[in-house]
Each structure stands twice: as structure tokens, then as C-alpha cells.
T-cell receptor, first 113, second 113 residues
Framework: EAEVAQSPRYKITEKSQAVAFWCDPISGHATLYWYRQILGQGPELLVQFQDESVVDDSQLPKDRFSAERLKGVDSTLKIQPAELGDSAMYLC???????????FGDGTRLSIL | GENVEQHPSTLSVQEGDSAVIKCTYSDSASNYFPWYKQELGKRPQLIIDIRSNVGEKKDQRIAVTLNKTAKHFSLHITETQPEDSAVYFCAANSGGSNYKLTFGKGTLLTVNP
């Protein structure tokens, strides 16, 4: 069964450093999502792509977070500079189209020291 | 925006008993309601979903019911097994064209042998 791939699985960095996460969605999936999940809470949408276009980034802290999906396939989420409060699990998901079931990757656990 | 509330936050049952988790949503335009199971340290996995044109859906020991008038939906697990122990999240989409999902805070289900 096809899966969403994410890397790295774990990332430890110091505050004020830059950090980047990568996601490769299920082949053919047009919609890609980045979520942040704080321990003990449900995932919260940061940004949603439809092909290469951002269609929702209302919850993305744009002063420090950026996301891109240049060719409409894989995607990168970046944080610069990282802050202590950014420690969380960052999950990527994809779906064949908007409104279709979303499938998650294993996530990147980020710890900021 | 959409607000999803989930109860209870923790649920402990004996093996073989049934478990019920309830969610309410606020956006009357919501029409898609998935449920995810997340084991410790693993990705959220879609276990069942329902769209607003049906009131109930079953898949073996799992069922979901939807009451659009009251804006609530529930997950029912029958004949629980220890491997059902996990955190369960409900979600509802917003009524906009992007079908953004809002998740509940999760229910930690423990099935005692």
C-alpha cells in the first residue's frame, strides 16, 4: 500500500536555528497538507496545497514558517528561526483531491533546545 | 471557523465491551466526518469516515453515526480488543471549497484484558 513519506523522523536543534522538513505524498495525490500536532492534542492544519498552489495558510506563522511544493509533488516546510514553542510533531498528509480521505505520514518529531 | 469538541478525553473498558466516543461540530455546512486511530509514536490512521448524505456506516466492529440536526457524530467499537487501545480523533471539514479538516482533541481508549 502506498504511503506518505516524511523525513527526518526526528530533529533536535537549538532555538534561532533553521529547520526543514520534507514530504513525499502518495503518487498522484493533488492535495498536500502540513499539520502540527502538540502532545495530547489533535493535528492542526498549517498549510494546504492544491497541486503547486497554496489554498489555505491561515494558521501558518508566516513570519517564521514557509512552505513550498514547487512541482506539485513533494513539499518542504521550513522554520527560521525556530523557537522553543515550535517543539511538536509535524505531520504531512495527502489526498487524491480536496474533500477526499487524507492519509498521513509518520511525521517529524521536532525538539527545540 | 469550525469547532469540534470530543468526549470523553479518556475511556477505559474491559475487553469484549463496547466503546463509544462522541463529537460535536459547529459548522452546519460540514459534510465529511473522518475518524483516525493513532497509536503511540505512530501516524494517524483513517479507520472510518462518513459523509452527510448517510446516517450510519459500519465496517466490521466499527460504526459511525451522524445526526446532522444536532450536529454530532459518534464512533462505536464493539467487542473491543487490547489492540484497539490508542488515541482516537474525530474531525469535521469546514464548509468552504478547500474542505479544511478540524480535529477534536482526542480520546485515549484503554482496553483492559
Amino acid at each position: 500500500e502506498a504511503e506518505v513519506a516524511q523525513s527526518p523522523r526526528y530533529k533536535i536543534t537549538e532555538k534561532s536555528q533553521a529547520v526543514a522538513f520534507w514530504c513525499d505524498p502518495i503518487s498522484g495525490h493533488a492535495t498536500l497538507y502540513w499539520y502540527r500536532q502538540i502532545l495530547g492534542q489533535g493535528p492542526e492544519l498549517l498549510v494546504q496545497f492544491q497541486d503547486e498552489s497554496v489554498v489555505d495558510d491561515s494558521q501558518l506563522p508566516k513570519d517564521r514558517f514557509s512552505a513550498e511544493r514547487l512541482k506539485g509533488v513533494d513539499s518542504t516546510l521550513k522554520i527560521q528561526p525556530a523557537e522553543l514553542g515550535d517543539s511538536a510533531m509535524y505531520l504531512c498528509a495527502s489526498s487524491s483531491d480536496r474533500g477526499q480521505p487524507q492519509h498521513f505520514g509518520d511525521g517529524t518529531r521536532l525538539s527545540i533546545l | 471557523g469550525e469547532n469540534v469538541e470530543q468526549h470523553p478525553s479518556t475511556l477505559s473498558v474491559q475487553e469484549g465491551d463496547s466503546a463509544v466516543i462522541k463529537c460535536t461540530y459547529s459548522d452546519s455546512a460540514s459534510n465529511y466526518f473522518p475518524w483516525y486511530k493513532q497509536e503511540l509514536g505512530k501516524r494517524p490512521q483513517l479507520i472510518i469516515d462518513i459523509r452527510s448524505n448517510v446516517g450510519e456506516k459500519k465496517d466490521q466492529r466499527i460504526a459511525v453515526t451522524l445526526n446532522k440536526t444536532a450536529k454530532h457524530f459518534s464512533l462505536h467499537i464493539t467487542e473491543t480488543q487490547p489492540e484497539d487501545s490508542a488515541v482516537y480523533f474525530c474531525a469535521a471539514n469546514s464548509g468552504g471549497s478547500n474542505y479544511k479538516l478540524t480535529f477534536g482533541k482526542g480520546t485515549l481508549l484503554t482496553v483492559n484484558p
